[in-house]
């Protein structure tokens, strides 16, 4: 049988990898914020993992993203970034002690999600935009594009959160 915690990733990664490929990746909102949900799906991988480990699949998710979307390498480069700094942000800020901590949103609550995902989602966003943009020029619109489209996958990757947290506990 399929444990909870088995089948609730299987579940990020359908809903936050899969169905953006499709979906997701041609919905623009204000032709200022673009999703990128998948990054949920690497945040959310248990904490016990290990950094090798979750660095390798991020590497993987992200160079599926760039296979599907014609990105050479900007998807895989910004999400290995990203998994290489999970741990070091989760050890700052969250208690570590547990090497099954859940990142649930019921466990961790509205204003701890925010507070452990934004900041990562955010550095994915930037890293991704620069590359696609060559550089820093056009600042403002650059940072508008981060910002918002770090804002929108948030909202994506919550939505997910909450429809797979126990009912009882929402």
């Not at 590497?59 to 970034?81: C, K, Q, R």
């Not at 090497?99 to 925010?114: I, M, P, Q, R, S």
């Not at 994915?124 to 620069?130: E, G, S």
């Amino acid at each position: 049988m399929i444990s909870g915690a088995f089948r609730r990733y299987l579940v990020y990664f359908f809903f936050l990898v899969i169905v953006q490929l499709p979906l997701l990746h041609n919905w623009v909102l204000f032709d200022r914020a673009f999703a990128f949900p998948y990054i949920g799906f690497l945040l959310l991988m248990p904490v016990g993992m290990g950094r090798g480990w979750h660095m390798t699949l991020g590497f993987l998710v992200g160079l599926l993203m760039d296979i599907l979307s014609d990105t050479p390498g900007m998807h895989a480069s910004a999400s290995v970034l990203v998994c290489y700094l999970r741990s070091l942000w989760f050890g700052f800020s969250l208690d570590m002690g547990d090497a099954d901590l859940d990142l649930t949103l019921t466990h961790l609550g509205w204003v701890k999600f925010a507070l452990v995902f934004l900041p990562l989602i955010f550095v994915h966003h930037t890293v991704l935009f620069i590359l696609e943009n060559d550089g820093l020029e056009r600042f403002w619109a650059l940072f508008g594009r981060v910002f918002w489209s770090t804002l929108y996958s948030y909202v994506i990757i919550l939505l997910v959160a909450f429809a797979t947290a126990p009912k009882k506990k929402r």
